[in-house]
């Protein structure tokens, strides 16, 4: 079993130098629309900043399926007038994404697609289970044979097996057995299907164009195409979306719903709605309480762009000093650009973002991200700041430390290279070479949610990168990583 | 289960003018020899002329599994220095192929390969089941999740769902479930398998270099990497070669042999002893005793390039007539070249093949080729020589009429598409615009092979395309194509 | 002479939703540096803003000249360590480029390089030549031949025919027969050259790393390989270094310098130093200045992004009115993306840019773009804005109107396409359904540069599209254009 | 001028198992026909034979020039219907090319064009000049640039350069200053023009096809498209083909013509009829001769497939021996195909051809082949059919020992690797390991050729490589290889 099939595809080199938590997906689908795939194209393409490796479409054009599946991003392999042409039909469902679980390979790449008894399935999936590896070993000895990697396609395997009549049935089984995170989106010859996990840990929406629904993981994919917001999916529940209308199923026992903080700290775009919330009022919001548990004698407030900017923004205006763009960033960088010598390494950063020198020179600088994660970039960006002749170079993050791994699709680092989950605050300080360091408070973080404070009891958010609470079982976790999970539970401790 | 997926390949064309029937495949396999992979890639080079659609390699490194498959010939996909190390390993089984069953995708190229509970396993196969589809059907009734359209793949489900715990056993467990022709390769981390259907239909044969075992579907393979031939694999036979040595398994009730007598006509290569017969000299023995069963009194003979040539060598030694080369093969023509125009698609035939006028004019020019299929190539041929001024064009079929379809891995057109199958002798001859056409008789046929003539009761050879008499049943025949079936026992009461 | 050779390369797509004047090109050198190709195609990217289509390198490495030229992106070309074993040497140039004159095609992307009588000449130019197509059909007339449709070529012929003996006074034998804007570099195997036209239109400098002198558009491709600025090549200056230091000639009669203004408004990198301005200061002192000329009673200020964004944060700041992201960029846009489909055509402008609801709905918005050129992309996001919920919607350009076509090296549509040189103010306004409109006068932008007001006899910066001024002779738009440059005429009138 | 410019082209590999001379090129050209370009297409295909490395066409639609070039074959490049489309107009002239001079670079890739003075001009060249060197430097010396490093732009700068008037009388100027060997045909935007030199020493002929002309280097061509023979172009000629019919021009003072003997040996197709004699009857005449120069006792002659069939077929039939196919060829090795492993390096010669054990086993075998170069894989295959077990290997070359390097287009190897250049008949024995060995003689193949020997004051055709005796100046080769020039008269005392 742990013998792994390497396909020799071309390889898509992760660009070194983003040391940021990496959405794994975005999902989406529409159903009763002519054109059904150009609309899931541009939908895609506004979820684009949730997974730029690899994207793919399924339809379902009443006799056929038909489905495309590519590395890259949308806009390179989804142009062009024909695509209504490869992809006909009324039902489509589509999918970016950035790896997690499963290695980079095409046949990796969603939607995943079975021929079952019932017809043909297709399935694509935002999020990551933590039992699937258990699961995986089990069908496997009952004989079940794996097309890929992805644990999405434990799902598809279940299906499967179920031994129910009905499809929905079946996909309901198949829910039943799976843990951790998932925002699925499925199309049958007859049904688009929405599935969110018990906890809503990743979202997903419902919208309407011209009345027909449309599935998707934040609300600026409907924005994309021009459709309303209609209402979230709610955590737990499955929509069945047939022409008949949408039927509504809640299939499991109630749980106090905790959707993932990170979509709002980092993931989700700035003009998204999540859970009701506009993404960029939450982040000027952490700005602003930032300001206040951590206020700074400085002359600017200079953004890490581009997910810097709002929380900045929200400082510069609660503090009252004036924002300016310090460090421009460089949008033309492909992801495998590489630096192309050895001896030019160390002006890596550079590639990316650069230093505004005439708004930093001599001046007291506040630098404001969203988020400090490994704090190799923040060094790299602090040491360009006072190259540029800043006289002092202060450091704020618009999230708390972040100490804990994920396990429901964010792709971190291990726990020994998140630099708050092994380094004090003055350590930090150091490493950072700042003149001073602030991150926003766990409270705070709420109350920019709109909350008085966490509530420790029955948090209303997935928040456990900051503070080891997981809202579910690590199943393939505490099997496969007991030793891993030792050192996991000493740190929570330390937290 | 009637809805397919149809993923968008790039599409290879079939050759349009080449009336040939096509040889499904061909199997090669190494164990136990550094540089397995390089091997493996002269040894399909050896063999591409049993399939140039696509190739691929698995192997074993000792630690994981690799596998390329591509579309096109091996020296276009495995040239130059590093494919030992895009491959590694000492044990490799490849595969060239010709679509038979399963659309031309790549995810039907072989080897196939799954993770079993067991560990991993790839495949690759030559020949064709005739009831993988009622076996599919069943094993997806019961959650089984196809990767592919290929009737291999039903192979290795069946392995994946076999009750027995060793692989061996789960690997015959499947064999005893599947009918039809087969000749297989499998590697698993500690096994190279080779096994040969019941009636031995398609060839496999065992060598070795440096003493390391080598499988491979014709000799030619094993001269080219320099192997010595030891023995074939017999009929019904299951080898398992693991470091220990070859270990022979017979789970089939005996049966009598019957090698498919198409290799002999048309698929091997001349330089192959296939069942311990000179390939180019049967062929020889074809000519010899067709210009006893057909004689002509003609000026020269002049073979269909290249297969046409050992019989027409033959014939000529035989008939003491002078052998010529009058027509020139050009062997530059891709796969997919189409004409490039409407107005210039009557030229077709002379993409391939050109009269040489200073042989053909003002004679009386005998033709042969080794087989007729549709006859619609014949025709072109034979108005080419005509155009270039030959006094008298007689035409000899190297081997008997072709009345019925095959089943076993041989694509050859439809019944009603057979010229033979429709046509009685005298309508042939006008529709060929021949001055005189003679076919060898099937126990002249026989005779080439080393027999008196056939034995009716028990053949030696698998010759149903000229007798309707199949080896085995035909139960995914029967059962979906009932109409067909009716309009085939018309055919065979014809005949 | 008007017949065209159309060779049939890849198209590349312009993208039909980006609405703004396009750079033709940016030009980088080093000399006697390891590592010379690497450092370039750091420095290339540091100036992919002036031209994403196509981008290119030559090196000299003591013995032989090396050349590679792409379509698209340096970092999708020019990725990975093995460029340094591509292109070998210590010298070398490099040019990223929009097509402005000579169609896309790879033979006309540049460095363009020939074997001339004293060696091999490679040479990249940004800028158009006003007189290039009557000095080519005079070349032609001569017995020239081109490879190129580029009018850099020209350059390189009249090179190749002078009569003088040495390397340097036949490029300025060259130079002296060229009207319009350059800034050359050229490479050959003993020097580096540098050029700048008479009038400065175009910007080059000269930096230092390790000593060692770079050439470049501007500071930002310094900043990325971390080379010191040390002075601004001057109009009218040619650069000659060798081995033996830096020679500076002047070889034309003397004017008044007149540098682009389109390189403040828009073109350079707002973190780069032009002609000893920081771009940054000059746009946020355009907005500061516009907030004066043309204020707005308004709830919030919202930049066009990225190019509006400097000028809003000053106009912001002047006007003390919050600066908010009210429109957001989707930056994972490829050049190629068309609508995928007839029926979603109108949603186009959302590709690139999506309206951030929560800072809009029931809000007055100021929108501050850096110019209006057509005005289509212009209506489209005033559109947007208002669906969003905006109660009123203001724009202001922080440019004068653009009324004139540009001959120097900026793409812009024909004056017919031009809005402001169409149209009357009220008309715009309604045009482009906005509540007010207003534009940055010219004296207001000459502020922003520094200057008291416009100087109109002897003017500092080249300013045509929007006054009508050039600078130079137009010569082949005289000849060939004689239809339009009446027009022309009458539109100078009105203006 | 000694720099060369390396343009980072993909590079094709050069077979390294085939030891024969190579063909520059072949020519075609059609006039006033629709569906020109396909007709192209077909010819082409019909010339691969002459050069595998690359091919291209240019047409002429009454408005404007199209071309294609691509390294390749022309049915992987110019397949499908669409070509029509690509390449529209009544004339077109096409090129396959296997480089002879110039490196292998699309650029190098004929046909070439031009913008001239007057009008578009396409030129594509069968041949190599001697004097190109030397005309290449005047002409740079005096401001000319040049887009390839082939010596055919030379013609092309001449006619760019000539001071007359009219295309012809510059085209005729041009000729005058070459010298060497040339086939050319040429396109106007009225004109289709073909040339051949004073002697003749590369083939050129006139067809039609439905009273069009159509140009083309062998009668094979003509065959492929249905188009009927109607005359050589003679030696020295120069046609004109318009609308008004065609014209022919002599400017060269007369010389006795002398055909290059090597297109008889080996070049030419064996259909094709060149300078009236068909290929295969001179072929198989040499054998004959062969038979009755250095007869052999021995129980099977072996062609080595597939120049030496028909000298083997002549000889067998001449001595009465029983022909027989020993060596099989492999037809599916791609150009690039380099042995995938140094352990495997030794089987190389297998990759092409395969021994027919059935044939060779305990028989005293003749090999027969056209001509021996360097006798690298003549050693191979005698070793093989050893290994197959013959008991006698004889080897016959059916042309005379090659002793000297060709100036005309054909790629041999330096005089120092010509096996026969090098050794006494005694050592070439030895080395190639053979039991005895025969060569054609001089007077032999002038017998084949119809002849009654080589009168040697006026040889009827270019026969240096065996004689030493050129028919023109060799100036480039005196110039530059003044050393290598006395090591040629050396040699040519020897011989």
């Given at each position: 079993m742990n013998r792994d099939m390497q396909q020799n595809w071309p390889s898509?080199?992760?660009?070194?130098?983003?040391?940021?938590?990496?959405?794994?997906?975005?999902?989406?689908?529409?159903?009763?629309?002519?054109?059904?795939?150009?609309?899931?194209?541009?939908?895609?393409?506004?979820?684009?900043?949730?997974?730029?490796?690899?994207?793919?479409?399924?339809?379902?054009?009443?006799?056929?399926?038909?489905?495309?599946?590519?590395?890259?991003?949308?806009?390179?392999?989804?142009?062009?007038?024909?695509?209504?042409?490869?992809?006909?039909?009324?039902?489509?469902?589509?999918?970016?994404?950035?790896?997690?679980?499963?290695?980079?390979?095409?046949?990796?790449?969603?939607?995943?697609?079975?021929?079952?008894?019932?017809?043909?399935?297709?399935?694509?999936?935002?999020?990551?289970?933590?039992?699937?590896?258990?699961?995986?070993?089990?069908?496997?000895?009952?004989?079940?044979?794996f097309q890929s990697t992805s644990d999405t396609e434990v799902v598809l395997q279940l299906v499967a097996r179920s031994r129910r009549t009905h499809l929905v049935h079946r996909f309901i089984d198949a829910l039943k057995k799976i843990e951790g995170a998932y925002a699925l989106v499925a199309l049958t010859n007859k049904k688009l299907i929405g599935a969110r996990d018990p906890y809503g840990i990743r979202p997903l929406i419902l919208g309407r164009l011209n009345g027909a629904p449309v599935l998707a993981s934040e609300t600026c994919a409907l924005d994309m195409i021009g459709a309303k917001f209609e209402r979230n999916i709610e955590p737990g529940e499955v929509v069945v979306i047939t022409e008949g209308g949408i039927e509504s199923h809640r299939p499991f026992a109630k749980v106090r719903p905790r959707p993932c903080l990170f979509e709002f700290v980092y993931f989700a775009r700035p003009d998204s709605i999540v859970d009701g919330k506009s993404v960029y009022e939450v982040r000027k919001r952490m700005g602003q309480r930032l300001a206040i548990e951590h206020p700074a004698d400085v002359d600017v407030i200079v953004p890490v762009p581009d997910s810097g900017v709002p929380a900045a923004l929200g400082f510069a205006q609660g503090a009252n000093i004036p924002f300016e763009l310090g460090i421009i960033r460089n949008h033309y960088v492909g992801r495998t650009f590489i630096q192309p010598s050895q001896s030019v390494r160390d002006m890596g950063v550079r590639l990316k973002h650069a230093a505004n020198r005439a708004v930093l020179k001599d001046k007291r600088v506040l630098l404001v991200d969203d988020s400090i994660v490994r704090g190799t970039t923040s060094l790299?960006?602090?040491?360009?700041?006072?190259?540029?002749?800043?006289?002092?170079?202060?450091?704020?993050?618009?999230?708390?430390?972040?100490?804990?791994?994920?396990?429901?699709?964010?792709?971190?680092?291990?726990?020994?290279?998140?630099?708050?989950?092994?380094?004090?605050?003055?350590?930090?300080?150091?490493?950072?070479?700042?003149?001073?360091?602030g991150f926003l408070s766990v409270d705070g973080l709420y109350w920019a949610m709109g909350e008085e404070r966490r509530n420790d009891d029955l948090p209303a958010y997935a928040d456990h990168y900051f503070t080891g609470d997981y809202p579910t079982r690590l199943c393939d976790y505490e099997q496969h990583n007991s030793d891993k999970a030792k050192q996991l539970s000493l740190l929570s401790d330390v937290a």
């Open positions: 898509l080199l992760i660009d070194p130098l983003d040391d940021k938590p990496r959405e794994e997906c975005g999902v989406f689908g529409v159903y009763g629309l002519e054109d059904a795939a150009p609309l899931t194209v541009l939908g895609l393409h506004g979820l684009q900043h949730r997974g730029q490796e690899a994207c793919g479409i399924a339809v379902y054009d009443g006799a056929h399926f038909h489905s495309e599946r590519h590395m890259g991003l949308v806009s390179d392999n989804f142009a062009g007038p024909d695509v209504a042409k490869r992809l006909p039909g009324k039902a489509a469902i589509g999918h970016v994404r950035y790896s997690t679980q499963g290695e980079t390979a095409l046949r990796n790449v969603q939607p995943l697609y079975a021929d079952l008894k019932s017809g043909g399935f297709a399935v694509a999936h935002n999020g990551n289970l933590t039992n699937a590896r258990a699961l995986r070993e089990t069908l496997v000895t009952d004989g079940a044979i790299k960006i602090v040491r360009m700041v006072r190259e540029a002749g800043a006289k002092e170079v202060h450091f704020r993050s618009a999230s708390p430390p972040i100490r804990f791994p994920d396990f429901y699709g964010i792709d971190m680092p291990d726990a020994e290279r998140l630099l708050a989950a092994r380094h004090a605050h003055e350590e930090m300080v150091k490493m950072l070479e700042v003149d001073s360091l």
